[in-house]
């Protein structure tokens, strides 16, 4: 494909992209796989040029934009050499009309960015949302030394955690084939910490998805440890197990949970765990790095409805902690109504529990926790709370 043709084809996958928000669709990262997959012609170098143009576009433009040309057209204002490839060729765009208007930038919709604003996140901080991610991996305690990790990681602050350069093939690595090493933010990681899992302890991983922090947390509880993961979700489930066993992970069982009766399917644990992880669903706004058209999926319907089923899972997990014990509370966002205005809900209706920070290399307080963020912390956004029942 030419260069030209390549912004063509990147328009048409916006264009594509722009309709999946709206109509809550697939995501983009899917989108441009699904356009290749019917475009045999296009060799690697194309796929890779187009997705890197879809991508740029979609970071540069604050809210939905009109159409996919509106924003590249947002792009081409600030890039010369992009907007001399509008020229009417066979493939090419069309030539830009004096007066076409682009799409506007910015870093979120209207009222995600003062919602942003209103919890401290503005200029930098903001832009940072949207910068590429890292490639951040976890090294396993529990087989560390099996294999060597591969080269050009520097060391970050979580106590296993490594960083490589982007594009480094970390997946065909005979470290992460042996289950030496996980890919997994540094916030991620750190969050785990937050934990402060103990060997032998039992651990409810009460949100586990497909396991990211089961395995983290597994590792620190060891093999006197009991580590129970549980979910809504069968597929992500699912998919712990082959996890676990890569990572010779010991003592993690799961437990499917039907949405509304949590409690009940929990009963055997009631005041039981050491230790209670809540990484409860959220608007993720602190992983905007890795999929930025999130912003324009979001509606502050939705977000109403992460917060109340964030408090839900609160209460949930505050019943299964036996005194003495912690409840952990994490969000990727970093919106205070899904950080430190819910830690402090969650205070005022449980007085058997009081905030104790986590001691973190990272992070800054942010009302009853701890805050990461990609511009402070060069992680995805966390917010963090260590809730300890008295
Ligand atoms: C932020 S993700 C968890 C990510 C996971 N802990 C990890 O580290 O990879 C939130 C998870 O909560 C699950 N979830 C949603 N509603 C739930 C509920 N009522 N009870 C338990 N889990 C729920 C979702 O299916 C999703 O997997």
Known sequence: MTPAARVQAAIEVLDLVIAAARDNGPP?????????????FAGSGDRRAVRELVFRAIRA???????????????ANDDSALAALFDGSRHAPAPIAPDEPAAPGGTAPAWLAEALAASGVTGADAAALLERAPL??????LKAGIATLPEGGARTAAPHGWRYPHGTRIEDSPAFRDGMIEVQDTGSQLACMAVGARPGESVIDLCAGAGGKTLALAAETGPSGTILACDTDRGRLARLEPRTARAGAPGIATRLLDPGREAEALADWRDRADAVLVDA??????????????????????LARYTGL???????????VRPGGRLVFVTCSLLDAEGAEQAAAFLSRWPGFRAEPPVLPAGTPRGAGIRLSPAHDGT??????RLVRV
């Open 28 to 40: 983009a990262d899917r989108i441009v796989a699904d356009w290749f997959r019917t475009r045999r």
């Open 310 to 320: 964030q408090a839900r899972l609160l209460d949930i997990g505050a019943a299964l």
């Open 281 to 302: 669903p959220c608007s993720g706004t602190g992983t905007w790095r890795r999929n930025p058209e999130a912003r324009w999926r979001l509606n502050p319907a939705q």
């Open 136 to 141: 951040d991996i976890r090294v396993n305690a």
């Open 61 to 75: 433009c604050g809210d939905v934009p009109q159409s996919g040309r509106a924003a590249m057209l947002r792009l």
């Open 380 to 385: 995805d956004g966390f917010f963090i709370a």
